[in-house]
């Protein structure tokens, strides 16, 4: 196998690491199968993934500003392979994985868990994977890439790259350092004065809990018919479905979670730009890296606000945030963002994250070994969180025709009572609103 060389991280990249180092910082993806998959077949295509992908093969290694990339040599992905049990068995596995951190200089940085079912039934794949080597894009080349190895085949670009470049060596010369820090400059401040307000006005709320916390998921969507009336909706609105769903959580936390207390307080939610097209030259989705950033936005949700008006809201703020180029300067200051965080222990990031992935492109079905096919049933995916992130989290994509979202929040900050009343909120307000925007079919 190839050795790659090592190379340093990228500023954002270093506050994924510092994250990590802290807390658990892992995304967890959950592929439902049926069909025929014998665990050798599977520990096939692990190793040709691996192979594939330098990062995969990669340890963590240094601190602050000298973290670095380097070379595993042979350490393969782990693979555990356990009998399935009931459905919903999976999910106390997620909750596990959430929180099992990756041991600092340890190689590789992605793990596999496989509940496999009685042959023809259920089962399901289970890749933990740390979040400073893949981005949302990445996720999906590495699932394709695993299915096609399942049933036998090698995708066309299957051959050994070294370690794939930072964000930071490919940012635009617009927004390379020292050309940028006057609009550095700005965008510290709007986010130091959008940070007091929310610090301020959030002082009576539940200030990060200090003892253990588990992470707990839950799962829910919409069906094919009220996924193509939101989407409509959201065209007619002129609005994108992110704002729409960022509106919906917003609002649904409002009611559930801060009743009488949340009416017109600054609340702050996370954007997650994607900086792959835009970097100089793009990056490829085949790329296995992180090639995106966080920025944290300000909104007021009244609880009696309208759906369309505050996701119009939303959509403007984030396309204001796109024309400032604030993608690239909170990738530039990731790591003092998170070290300061970290370092403070007293105020989360935000009230809600919301990450959506559009449409995921994955094959419904593929040849399997022994004969058969292996049909692809579900897919789920969830984020890490931590006593200082944000209160309620969620994952959301279109697949197989259909609007999904994988919810994960803190044992210590709410019941499960809680966070499912959150839940169904946001599915009545997108249900209604897309109807209620003329969603429905004429």
């Known amino acids: 196998m190839q050795t790659p060389a090592s190379r340093p991280l990228g500023t954002f990249e270093r506050a994924e690491a510092l994250t990590g180092r802290r807390f658990s910082f892992n995304v967890v993806v959950v592929l439902r199968t049926r069909g025929t998959l014998e665990p050798e077949t599977l520990r096939r295509a692990l190793d040709g993934i691996q192979r594939q992908q330098a990062l995969l093969?990669?340890?963590?290694?240094?601190?602050?500003?000298?973290?670095?990339?380097?070379?595993?040599?042979?350490?393969?992905?782990?693979?555990?392979?356990?009998?399935?049990?009931?459905?919903?068995g999976w999910r106390d596995l997620v909750e596990d994985e959430l929180l099992r951190r990756f041991e600092p200089?340890?190689?590789?940085?992605?793990?596999?868990?496989?509940?496999?079912?009685?042959?023809?039934?259920?089962?399901?794949i289970l890749l933990t994977v740390h979040h400073a080597i893949v981005d949302g894009a990445a996720l999906q080349h590495l699932l394709r890439g695993l299915l096609a190895r399942c049933g036998g085949r090698e995708p066309e670009s299957a051959g050994e790259a070294g370690l794939p470049p930072s964000a930071d060596e490919?940012?635009?010369?617009?927004?390379?350092?020292?050309?940028?820090?006057?609009?550095?400059?700005?965008?510290?401040?709007?986010?130091?004065?959008?940070?007091?307000?929310?610090?301020?006005?959030?002082r009576d709320r539940q200030p990060p809990p200090a003892g253990p916390f588990n992470c707990r998921i839950l799962t829910l969507a919409l069906t094919e018919e009220q996924t193509r009336r939101l989407v409509r909706a959201t065209r007619r609105r002129r609005v994108g479905v992110v704002s729409a769903l960022d509106a919906a959580m917003l609002l649904a936390v409002v009611r559930r979670r801060y009743p009488g207390r949340g009416d017109g307080a600054p609340h702050r939610y996370l954007a997650f730009p994607d900086l792959r097209p835009y970097l100089e030259p793009p990056v490829p989705p085949e790329v296995v890296g992180s090639y995106y950033s966080i920025l944290r936005l300000d909104a007021r949700p009244a609880a009696d606000d309208d759906l369309w008006r505050l996701a119009a809201a939303t959509h403007r703020r984030l396309a204001l945030a796109a024309r400032r180029g604030e993608g690239f300067l909170a990738a530039r200051w990731g790591?003092?963002?998170?070290?300061?965080l970290l370092g403070q222990r007293r105020h989360r990031m935000s009230t809600v994250a919301l990450n959506y992935t559009g449409p995921v492109e994955l094959p419904v079905a593929v040849p399997a070994d022994r004969g058969g096919s292996l049909e692809l049933e579900g897919l789920h995916a969830f984020v890490s969180n931590f006593p200082l992130g944000p209160e309620y989290t969620a994952q959301t994509r279109l697949f197989r025709g259909r609007l999904w979202w994988d919810v994960v929040y803190l044992d210590v900050d709410m019941d499960r009572g809680e966070a499912v009343a959150i839940a169904e909120e946001m599915r009545r307000l997108l249900i209604e609103g897309a109807a209620g925007a003329g969603g429905d079919p004429p």
């Open 57 to 88: 093969r990669s340890r963590l290694v240094g601190s602050g500003s000298r973290w670095r990339f380097e070379p595993a040599g042979e350490a393969e992905i782990p693979l555990r392979v356990s009998e399935r049990g009931d459905d919903d």
């Open 335 to 340: 790591a003092f963002s998170m070290r300061t």
């Open 105 to 124: 200089g340890a190689a590789p940085l992605i793990r596999c868990a496989y509940l496999a079912g009685p042959r023809g039934k259920a089962s399901e």
């Open 170 to 202: 490919r940012f635009p010369a617009g927004w390379r350092a020292p050309r940028r820090w006057p609009a550095s400059a700005r965008f510290l401040a709007r986010q130091l004065t959008g940070e007091i307000a929310f610090r301020w006005r959030a």
